[in-house]
C-alpha cells in the first residue's frame, strides 16, 4: 500500500545501491522522495505501541522514548512529534528490563523495571541488583499522555533513590522521521521552566507555533529544559508513585499548563476505557473455543478501536501506526469493507469522511479531478508548506471505485435507504469520474498515469516504483490498468446497480449492469494469459499484458470477474508453492524475476491481500484454500507474538521451528492487516448480512479443526440484531445455532 516511493523512470541498479551509510541510517536509492528509510537500531527494536486516533506514541520494550531522530519513537498527534525523549535513569543508571505488555483493549501499557547493581562515589557496590521494582504505567487520554511510576522497596531498609527523566521534543514532522532531509526547518525557542513543569515551543515554516508541555505531580529536586531530576523516599516494603502529563498541540488549540491531581493517572485510564466501552457497542462481540484465536480476535478488535479517529465533523478508520495515521481511501475502505457485518457503522462513517472531501475540480499538483475519492490527508508541517505534496493528495487509482463497492456493500448490509440518498451525489459524480477521468482513452479499462513530479508513479496498492513490472523485469510504462482495478470497477457497477435499483433511478441500474457484464466479457479476452493460467498483473501504455503472477489476481476472485474454468486454474496457482510460503500467498512468484522474499511489493506476504484472496476462493467455492490462508496467517501472529497481524511480513518459505521473518518497517497496528482475520471469518462460513430483508445468510459454512466454535453476539440486521453459534458436529459438519434474537431476522443456513 504505502508511499514508498515515486519515481519509476531512471532507476538504475547502481541507483538501487547503498551509497551511504551514516549512523544507524542504511540508505538505499531507489529513486524516490518518500521512501521509508530502515534503521538498523529499529530492526533490532521491539516496540510497543498506544493508539488513540490521530495520536499515538511509541516507546522501547522498557517504555522509554529513546534519543533517536529516524526512528519512529516519540509521542506523535496529527503528523507532528511531540516528544521525542523520555528516559528514566535510576542513579544515573538504566534499568533492568522485566516485561512489558498492552492490556487487552489497548488503553494502557505497563512495564517492570529493577535496578541494576547501583553503587556510588566509587565504591563497591552499596546497592545490589532486583531490590527496588520500578512499574511504568502509561495511557494515552485523547492527545494528552499521561505516565505514572510506582516505586516499590523491597530492600529491608528505608531508601532515597535517585531517578531522572531525559526530556526533549524535536517537533519532526512524520516525513522528517521517514527520512526525508529538510532544507530548513522553523525556529526552536527555548525551554520555559516552571516550578513543576517543563514547555518546549516550535514556530514552524507554516506559521504554526506548536509546543509540548511535560508537568510533574511533584516538584523536581532539580529542573533543566532536559532533564528532571527526582529523590524518592521509600520505607522499607513501601511504594511511591510519580506522575506526569505530556500535553501537546499548537496554539491555541490546547491551553497552558494546569494543576495536575496525584488521582490524573487513573481518571485518565478511566476516561479512556469508557471511551473504548461506548465505542465497542458499535460492534458484535465475537469469540471462539481456541484461546489464541480469541486473543488474535480481542486484539484485532482493539487494534481497530484505537485506529478510528474522531474530529469535530467527521469520524473515520485510519490506516496505521506510525506512517499513516490519517485517512487514506484505498486502506481506510478495505478495513471497513473487511468488518462490514461486524461494525457497519464506522463503514458509513468513513464513506461520509471520504464524501466530503471528493474531489471537486482539476488539481494535477494533487492529483485531483471532479468525483475522485481521495487517496491521503495529512496535517503536519511539511504537508502545509507544500514540501510533500500530500496535503490532500488523490493519486491512487482505485479509491473511487472501491467508495462505490464499499458504498453499494453497506447499503445492501444495513438497509439504510436515507444513507443510500444522502451519498447519492456522491456515487454519481464517483460513477462520472470512472467515465472520463478514470478511463481516459475510452477503451473500457480504468488505468493511472502520474501527471506530476512529486506524485506516485504507481497508484494502486503495490505502488513501489518497481512493483509493476513484466516477465522480463522491465517495468511497464503507463498509463497502466491493474488487473484488480478492473475487478474493483466491476463490483462498483454490481453493487451501485442495486442501490440504483431501490432508489428508483432504473435506467441508471440497467446502465450499470450492462457495463458490468461488458467489462466482465473484455477482461477476460485481454487480461486472462491461456498458457500461464493466470491474469495479467496489468496493461501497460502499449497495451501489452504484464505477464506476471502476482497476488493481484487474487483480487479479481474477490470481485466476481471470472468464470468458473479460469477461477479453478488461478486458485491453483494461488496456493502452488510459487505463491503461498506456508504462512500465505505472497506478492509475487518465486519464478519472477523481480520476486524477492525482503522486498515491500515483490514477493512479502500481506494480511489483507491475504484475506481478499480467501474471501475470493470461498466464493467460488474453494473454502479449503481460504481455511489453508487462515491457519497460515494465525501460525504467523502466534510466532510473531504480535497477537494480531502486522502490515506484512517477508515471504520467505516456511520452514519447521522457524517462524515468519518479521519485515523491518512494517506498521504496527494496521488497521487492513487486523480486519482481515473478519474478512476471512466472512469468507468461511459465507455470512452475508442482507438489511432491506432482515435476513443473514450462512452459506455452506466451514471452521479448522481447532476451532470448536465461535459465537458472534448482537449482530445487527437493519434494525434488528440477531446472535449466532456455529460449532463443529460430531461428523465435522459445522451447525449454526440461534441463541438470541431482537426484532424480526431470519437465519437461512445452506449447504453445498
Known sequence: MKRRSVKTAGVSAQDRLADSERGARNVVKVGSDFYVLASALASRRVSRVLANGQSFAVFDVGGDILDYPLEALGFFHRDTRYLSRFELRIHESTPYFLNSYLSDDNAQLRVNLTNPDLSANGRAINLPRDLIQMERSWVLADATLVHRLRVRNYAGIR????????????????????????KRRGKMLPPELGKDSVRFSYEGLD???RFTEVAFDTTPHALRGDRAAFVVNVDRDQTADLEMRIAGGSEPEVGRGRSMPLAEFDSALAGRRSKIEESQTAWARLSSGNDLFDSLLTRSQADLTSLISHTADVTFMMAGIPWFATLFGRDSIITTLSVLPFNPAVAEHTLRALAKMQGSRIDETREEQPGKIVHEIRAGEMAATGEVPFGRYYGSIDSTPLFLWLLGRCVATTGNLAFAEELWPNAERALEWIDRWGDRDGDGYVEYINKTPRGLANQGWKDSFDAISHANGELASPPIALAEVQGYVYAAYVSIADVATRLGHSEVASRLSERAAALRKKFSRDFWLEPERTIALALDGEKQPCRVMASNAAHCLATGLLDADQAAALSQRLLGDEM?????????????????????????????????????????GNRAGALRILEGLFDAAVHLETASLPELFCGFP????????????????????????FMILQALLGLEVMGFERRVSINSPTIPPWLEWLRIEDLKVGDSSVSLFPRRAGDGDVVTEVFERRGSVTVQVKRS
Open 159 to 182: 531508601l532515597e533513590i535517585p531517578l531522572e527523566f531525559f526530556l526533549g521534543a524535536d517537533f519532526a514532522d512524520i516525513f522528517e522521521v521517514r527520512g526525508i532531509e529538510r
Open 207 to 209: 506559521g504554526v507555533r
Open 580 to 620: 503461498f510460503s506456508g504462512w500465505g500467498i505472497r506478492t509475487l512468484s518465486t519464478n519472477e524475476r523481480r520476486y524477492n522474499p525482503m522486498s515491500y511489493h515483490n514477493g512479502s506476504v500481506w494480511p489483507h491481500d491475504n484475506a481478499i484472496a480467501a474471501m475470493g476462493l470461498a466464493q467460488y
Open 654 to 677: 516456511r520452514e519447521p521451528r522457524l517462524g515468519p521473518v518479521p519485515y523491518p518497517v512494517a506498521c504496527y497496528p494496521q488497521a487492513w492487516s487486523a480486519a482481515s482475520v
